[in-house]
């Protein structure tokens, strides 16, 4: 029996619509990702993949298509059960890391339990766990706007893991970061991936994508 | 989440920006503080009125003349001359009449007082023996008019203490000094004990001389202001002001009441007229309160609004991390409500304050009513709910993806 793959996009499509005026973000797309893959989705920007991302993170719906996440039909869900898609099943990390400010690494990683009914105890011993494993273990008290923008994104990938999620979702995710911290990011990904984690990351520069095993190019809202 | 959690949230969100916190907490404290302290006032007016008018004696009913009518003219209120010390006795007397305890006949006037070369303008009482039962009235020293005295018309006077302090000085013994009341010459025989009022209500400026010495010598007439009757107990109140009523309308020879010489009132019915004005007046200060109160709403409303703005692309990090829409609405009316419970709890300590330091610059009763804390409270509350609602229901409502690229 073959494994049920993590992501199934089939046909799916995002148009906008602005009064008269039809923009197709996304056209057609049809691919599968398989538990344990690190991807990475290239392309010039307005080339759909921003969209893209939106639809596989549950944060947008598509016009037509079919998307199913870790065996859940995406399709008309209800605004809180995406919500609780995303809360469970999606790891986020932003290009611009969004942490809470004036609130301590400890508090921005641990959001994502809150919203789970995590209680309070365990939710700060697990956000301890994965701020170590990021490096971060002698930041715990910190406020994220006392951090560098490595350090925040570090923060964010703790977030992202903390309930075990089938899929991380990085967009851009050293696009707001120096060069040399950059590649610390990159070497998390890697272990992550190794560790048997799920990463789709969406970016336009070819040495970030490098860094995955499969790229998918989009361009003009079709896979090339 | 739970509730403990959440407001633990909301005010560690709040402290963030302390200045707009305070102000918005501001408009509710003066509109809490405001209720409080006017209700408080106006019941302090209340109660000072209610004791004043209680003073003046207990169970007490005054009979008075009824204005008199001289063909279409209406004369002046209480100016008759109808009620005469007969009537008086006739009540005293009367077997019919049961529940009465006390009658006393009065005689009002004012006149000029001098002695030496100060003088004064005063109350003159034509009083007798029973006056200061009635009326509650305490000898501080000397004696009251005595039965003898009103027999025999001596010329004696009992007079309050601010009648010694403007003829004699501040804490002069003037017994058995004399006085001239209208060219005639009286004997201090008491002082009367202080019951404080001011003004028109002054129990304390006032010259008491025997019923018939006011009437004969003085005044040269033969009727009395007004009768001021005792009744045995404040249950029989009613059954006196009948019977008397009665007596007089068969003594004056008329047949429909509502044509009577003369009218009878109780205390009960002064301390019901007083109740209902400052009761209006209670209610007019905290109606002018009440709207400080929702413009300080509409401040909390406005400042919640600038915050859902200010914050949305944390509204759309949350939501994308998984906070459902009553999540986040909770979040902002907890907010909300914070601000109007520290306003509320704020305001009542300061409305609190602001009372007392009425009550002390005016030495009126310093009165506290628990149900203007209680309401103040709920309507704070209510106004956190009420006016945190949409700037809550316009958060929960962003589509994460529009709140994460909001700039």
Redesign the interface.
């Known amino acids: 029996m073959a494994v049920r793959p993590i992501i199934e996009v089939s046909h799916l499509s995002k148009i906008y619509k602005t009064e008269s005026i039809e923009t197709v973000a996304v056209d057609d797309v049809s691919f599968t990702i398989h538990k344990g893959e690190f991807v990475a989705i290239m392309g010039p920007s307005g080339s759909g993949k921003s969209t893209l991302m939106h639809v596989l993170g549950a944060l947008d719906r598509p016009t037509s298509g079919t998307y199913i996440l870790d065996g859940e039909n995406v399709e008309n869900l209800t605004d809180d059960e995406l919500a609780d898609i995303r809360n469970r099943k999606i790891g986020f990390v932003f290009q611009a890391f969004n942490l809470l400010p004036r609130t301590t690494t400890m508090k921005n990683v641990a959001i994502p339990m809150m919203y789970a009914g995590i209680p309070k105890v365990e939710r700060e011993a697990t956000a301890k766990k994965f701020l170590e494993m990021v490096g971060l273990g002698d930041r715990l008290h910190h406020a994220t706007n006392q951090i560098s923008g490595g350090q925040q994104q570090r923060v964010a990938i703790a977030r992202a893991l903390v309930l075990n999620p089938a899929l991380i979702l990085a967009d851009e995710p050293t696009g707001n970061i120096a060069s040399a911290q950059a590649e610390e990011i990159m070497a998390i990904f890697t272990k992550l991936h190794k560790k048997g984690h799920t990463i789709v990351m969406i970016t336009h520069e070819p040495d970030i994508a490098e860094h995955a095993k499969r790229i998918i190019h989009v361009h003009d809202g079709k896979i090339i | ?1 739970d509730y403990q ?1 959440l407001f633990l949230e909301a005010i560690a969100t709040l402290t ?1 920006n302390k200045m707009r916190t305070a102000l918005a907490i501001l408009g509710i404290v003066i509109g809490i503080g405001s209720v409080i302290a006017l209700i408080s006032l106006g019941q302090a007016t209340q109660a000072s009125v209610q004791s004043q008018i209680q003073s003046l004696g207990s169970n007490l009913l005054t009979v008075q003349p009824s204005a008199q009518r001289t063909g279409a003219v209406q004369g002046a209120f209480g100016g008759g001359t109808t009620l005469t010390l007969e009537d008086a006795k006739a009540i005293e007397t009367s077997g019919q009449i049961t529940s009465v305890r006390n009658v006393s006949p009065e005689l009002q006037r004012r006149a000029q007082v001098t002695t030496g070369n100060t003088n004064t303008n005063t109350q003159i009482v034509g009083a007798t023996a029973v006056y200061t039962d009635v009326h509650k009235v305490t000898i501080s020293s000397g004696s009251f008019i005595t039965e003898q005295h009103v027999d025999s018309l001596s010329k004696v006077a009992v007079v309050g203490p601010q009648v010694v302090t403007n003829l004699f000085g501040e804490n002069a013994s003037p017994i058995g000094q004399t006085i001239r009341i209208s060219g005639q010459t009286f004997t201090i025989i008491g002082i009367t004990t202080s019951k404080g009022g001011s003004g028109f209500q002054n129990q304390d400026d006032i010259v008491y001389v025997p019923l018939t010495t006011a009437q004969k010598v003085l005044f040269g007439i033969d009727y009395v202001s007004s009768i001021s009757l005792e009744a045995k107990s404040a249950e029989v109140m009613t059954d006196a002001q009948n019977e008397v009523g009665y007596l007089l309308l068969a003594r004056h020879k008329f047949n429909d009441p509502t044509q009577a010489d003369f009218s009878i009132f109780s205390q009960q019915d002064i301390l019901n007229t007083a109740s209902s004005i400052t009761g209006t007046f209670t209610s007019l200060l905290s109606g002018i309160a009440a709207i400080s109160l929702i413009v300080g709403g509409i401040g909390i409303m406005n400042i919640m609004l600038v915050t859902v703005t200010e914050r949305t ?2 509204i759309g ?11 986040i609405t909770l979040q902002f009316l907890a907010e909300s409500i914070m601000l109007t419970f520290t306003g509320g709890v704020i305001g009542i300590i300061v409305g609190i304050l602001t009372s007392y330091v009425i009550s002390l610059a005016t030495s009126s009763t310093f009165v506290i009513s628990p149900a203007a804390i209680l309401i103040a409270f709920a309507v704070s509350a209510t106004i956190g709910i009420l006016f945190g609602w949409y700037p809550a229901k316009k958060a929960s409502d962003l ?3 529009e709140a ?1 690229r909001y700039e």
């Not at chain 2, 990090?317 to 999540?327: E, H, N, P, S, V």
Request: hydrophobic share 40%.
């Open positions: 989440m959690e963030v692309r944390e990090l949350r939501k994308a991390l998984g906070a459902k829409k009553k999540t589509q994460p993806i994460l």
